[in-house]
């Protein structure tokens, strides 16, 4: 599986961006994206990378870390085997390098980068006061 992010880049505090993140692979499939609980995490400058992010392959829920409830959105497109990042009010302690990731099925959503099976390069998101 490899993963492709992009939309990133350099904002003001309070505006908008939309990352991609799109799966492909040798046999890939939308039926085999489907398969997948797609999920974003960052890691901003000195830190370890964080959960943001997650929607679950079985059901479709979200799942987010309380520090950007209600200004981002998760979401996926089957028909392009694409998840999605809309990203509003955006804050400064939101700049960091971001990224999705993959698992295969499972029971739990995961929220700790060790669980995830697959990785895509990163995006950087900074955001001036």
């Known amino acids: 599986v490899q993963l492709q992010a992009s939309g990133g880049g350099l904002v003001q505090a309070g505006a908008s961006l939309r990352l991609s993140c799109a799966a492909s692979?040798?046999?890939?499939?939308?039926?085999?994206?489907?398969?997948?609980?797609m999920g974003w995490l960052r890691q901003a400058p000195g830190k370890e990378r964080e959960f943001v992010a997650a929607i679950s392959w079985s059901d479709s829920n979200t799942y987010y870390t309380d520090s950007v409830k209600g200004r981002l959105t998760i979401s996926r497109d089957h028909a392009k085997n694409t998840v999605y990042l809309q990203m509003n009010s955006l804050k400064p302690e939101d700049t960091a390098v971001y990224y999705c990731a993959a698992k295969l099925r499972g029971v739990r959503v995961p929220m700790t980068p060790r669980e995830y099976d697959y990785w895509g390069q990163g995006t950087q998101v900074t955001v001036s006061s």
């Open positions: 692979g040798r046999t890939f499939s939308s039926y085999t994206f489907s398969s997948y609980t």
